[in-house]
């Protein structure tokens, strides 16, 4: 691998080389204080909210590239010479053929820490960035140690620039905020206080420091730079003294100086803070706690116990290396960092526009559940808050300042049924259905009756040809066929509804709500056999009708997107389509849509804009909708294939879009290779295989789903936990060790004959257990589960037409 490797056994990717394609990041903090930070430290920081509480400035799609961030300068006293910890941003050289010293340099990103390592004329540096659990701040905690034979003098400038607080003004309004800005020194600290008012129930006040004497500091950028100077060559490290500046106006900073001495192969240690709080008081006790570097190690230990807990609670062994780093740590790690922020945060969400999205906020929550079903709970009832009495909801919403915009999608407020399930599975919590929350717009509603409203809206919506009016979009936001009209129709909105509808079901008849389950169980059916009746396009079913009443997503289409994967990969997923149109749809999917890394959304995509089909016909040929790999959908083909109990596809299908299959074609991917991204750049395009978006994106929640459901096919149900692998037929045998509603199962599958799909036999604890549903266990004990796989694929149909049977028997 070109640019890094796992570490599996620290939990750690290693980046062996600064100049990664992009930069590789890494989000820390587990609470309401978040920090992005860069393989060579660039980002940001901000507590609970990127708009209105943003702590660091970021300038984002510069030149050049990730800056700023959080540095630390050293420079040697003896020869002037000086050099960054982080390699940026002075860019010394790691060519050791040049005649010029060698720049060696090492980042080994963990869960919620990012250490950098470098070494440069003699002196080592290790650097640990983190968020301890529970803190609003950041520590860096910095070793230096002379590897030399001889005595140095060192002085070493930190560097960050505050934001505004308010983000999108400090971008901005520059004739306003280049007159507010207040930064000061005070004993050891800097205080950012632009807009402090103590008590005043908001932060207006940041501050940064370090554990040891500082000889200078500068509050102000342009007297720390200098004059035509960058963060590169700052006019203060050339010079090597701070000119204790003071930020009144202008651009706030924080920087300090200190004189390092070192005897030959000694080593310092020295802390630094960055955090927020609401009076100087509260930051200079918070400062106190951790002068001793023994205590900042030790919040270092507390948090990588914390990770190792979180993630014990699911892992697994299989035969793929490949996929052991993935489910066992990466998309765990990522899942949690899309519930925590959803898009709010990214190096390509700027954090000031899109807030929190309803429906993201709801898939992200189907990764995490597993693991912290209590905050799940939080969420789905914040989330409700953020729906109408009429069933409608918000597209985004703001948590600081409870506002949010509408948006007109047409697929919304379905989401809220299948968190709501997937929470119900995983703890059995049926009381949670009672509880009360309130709309937006009235008094509080039991959950059931938030779902109930949520279905109604979506039907009220029902278009002529029967299936859901479009409305600006459904979850394609860039299909936009009927923000103007009453015709244009989503095919897939139909299949969506169906499926929550049949949770919706099962939840009415487990609570005993007779009438509802007879009424809406009728209902249902409708939607099927009217699906199956006008949506069928021969070989594969349409995505939607236009407003001009045409068929979008057909072999007819002349413009483009004649095949759509999301109807295809649904219709099996809802449980709508039959045996042979299953079959026949997604071998369709096979030959129009898949490519060597992943699979196409559509194709062939469209060439020139379209006024009736919105906003995807502006991409690009292969970007993002328009014939892009979209990595948020290509788990719903995963999951179809599981279903039909085809294996080896669902499983090629996985792999495509793995993130450590990209790490040897790096320079093509670009992106993370330990991280998925929204979309890799399809076929059609002369970047193909090129990833955008990484991080935030649905592509997490949704491929851990994939996996650990579908494929290994261990998930929670309402009554117990069903065993149901889908697997290569090369796999001979896997575990997965799964916590459940407080007990431990260890499970081992074996699967002798090399098949793809099938469950013979199931022994818990020594006893056999009928059918593939593991019963629930309360005694927070490890119990023993051994499956047996053994079916031939006349089997494997005949389980494919029961499980259609029964998803036909709940409705």
């Known amino acids: 691998m070109k640019y890094g490797y796992f570490d599996d056994k620290h939990r750690e990717f290693v980046i062996t080389r600064p100049d990664t394609p992009t930069p590789w990041i890494n989000y820390l903090g587990c609470d309401e204080y978040c920090a992005l930070i860069s393989n060579t430290a660039g980002g940001y920081s901000f507590h609970r909210d990127p708009k209105d509480r943003r702590i660091t400035r970021y300038r984002y799609n510069n030149v050049p590239v990730d800056r700023p961030g959080r540095y630390i300068y050293l420079r040697d006293q003896a020869s002037g010479d000086y050099w960054s910890a982080t390699w940026q941003p002075v860019l010394k050289t790691q060519n050791s053929k040049l005649k010029i010293q060698s720049y060696n340099y090492e980042c080994r990103h963990g869960l919620g820490y990012t250490i950098i390592k470098s070494k440069y004329s003699g002196i080592s540096t290790q650097t640990t960035y983190f968020v301890p659990l529970g803190e609003n701040l950041e520590l860096w905690a910095l ?11 060192l002085k070493l400038f930190t560097y960050l620039e505050f934001c505004l607080w308010h983000a999108e003004m400090d971008m901005t309004d520059f004739q306003y905020t280049l007159n507010i800005a207040s930064a000061v020194n005070e004993g050891n600290l800097i205080f950012h206080q632009t807009g402090y008012a103590p008590k005043s129930g908001r932060f207006g006040l940041a501050y940064f420091g370090s554990n040891k004497k500082i000889s200078g500091y500068d509050c102000d950028r342009e007297t720390f730079l200098g004059q035509y100077h960058s963060e590169s060559n700052p006019i203060a490290v050339e010079k090597g003294k701070s000119f204790n500046s003071v930020g009144s106006g202008g651009n706030p900073i924080a920087s300090v100086s200190l004189n390092i001495s070192l005897k030959a ?9 960055l955090g ?25 230990e507390d948090l990588k116990c914390y990770w190792a807990d979180y993630l014990g609670r699911y892992q697994a062994n299989t035969p ?10 990466w998309n765990q790690y990522q899942c949690r960092t899309t519930f925590n922020w959803a898009r709010f945060a990214s190096y390509y969400e700027s954090g000031i526009g899109r807030g929190m999205g309803f429906r993201d906020s709801n898939q992200d929550t189907l990764g995490v559940v597993h693991v912290i079903p209590d905050r799940v709970k939080a969420r789905i009832k914040e989330l409700a808050q ?15 300042t409870k506002t949010g915009e509408k948006g007109g999608y047409s697929d919304d407020p379905l989401w809220l049924i299948m968190a709501t399930a997937a929470y119900i599975k995983e703890t059995g919590d049926m009381a949670f259905l009672d509880e009360k929350v309130k709309f937006i717009d009235g008094e509080a509603a039991s959950v059931y009756d938030h779902m109930k409203k949520a279905i109604d809206f979506v039907l009220s919506e029902k278009g002529a040809q029967g299936f859901i009016k479009m409305r600006f979009a459904d979850w394609n936001d860039c299909l936009n066929l009927g923000a103007d009209n009453e015709v244009a129709e989503s095919a897939w909105v139909p299949l969506f509804l169906y499926m929550e509808m049949r949770e919706f079901l099962t939840m ?21 056999d009217n699906f199956n009746k006008k949506a069928w396009d021969g070989k594969w079913f349409i995505r939607g009708i236009d407003k001009y009443g045409e068929a979008v997503g057909s072999a007819k289409s002349k413009e483009g997107g004649n095949i759509d994967l999301l109807p295809q990969a649904w219709s099996i997923m809802s449980g709508v389509a039959g045996t042979d149109k299953a079959t026949m749809c997604m071998d369709m999917v096979k030959k129009h849509l898949d490519t060597k890394y992943g699979i196409m959304l559509i194709d062939p995509p469209y060439t020139e804009y379209d006024e009736k089909l919105g906003a995807v016909t502006t991409f690009a040929p292969g970007l993002k909708e328009n014939g892009g790999i979209f990595c948020h959908a290509n788990p719903w083909a995963m999951i179809a294939e599981a279903i039909l109990g085809r294996g080896d596809i669902a499983f090629k ?18 992106t993370e290779g330990y991280i998925y991204s929204q979309f890799i750049t399809g076929k059609h395009n002369a970047n193909f295989g090129r990833a955008r978006n990484s991080w935030l994106t649905g592509s997490a929640a949704w491929n851990f789903v994939a996996i650990a459901e579908y494929i290994l096919g261990v998930r929670a149900d309402y009554n117990g936990l069903v065993i149901d692998p889908c697997i290569p037929k090369s796999w001979k045998s896997f575990t997965v060790k799964r916590v459940f509603r407080g007990a431990t199962y260890e499970i081992s599958v074996t699967n002798p004959r090399g098949v793809n ?20 266990f309360k005694d927070k004990r490890v119990h023993k589960v051994e499956v047996v796989m053994d079916l031939n694929r006349k089997e494997q149909q005949q389980q494919w037409q029961t499980y259609h049977s029964y998803q036909s028997s709940i409705l």
């Open 143 to 153: 070793k230096v140690r002379n590897d030399t034979k001889k005595a140095r003098s």
């Open 265 to 273: 192969g000694e080593e310092k240690d020295i802390i630094f803070i």
């Open 276 to 300: 927020a709080a609401e009076t100087k008081e509260e930051a200079g006790d918070i400062y106190k706690k951790y002068l001793d570097e023994k205590a900042v190690y030790k919040k270092l």
């Open 320 to 329: 793929d290396t490949d996929v052991n780093s993935m489910v066992n740590i």
């Open 386 to 400: 953020n729906q109408f009495r009429n069933g409608s909801s918000y597209h985004k919403f703001f948590p600081l």
């Open 508 to 528: 009415a008849r487990f609570t005993d709500r007779t009438e509802d389950y007879e009424k809406y169980k009728e209902i249902a059916a409708g939607i099927k």
């Open 653 to 670: 299908y996985y792999k495509a879009i793995l993130p450590p299959t990209k790490n040897k074609m790096a320079d093509i991917h670009l």
């Open 757 to 776: 799909k099938g469950v013979k036999s199931i022994v818990v604890d020594g006893l056999e257990v009928e059918g593939n549903v593991v019963p629930v």
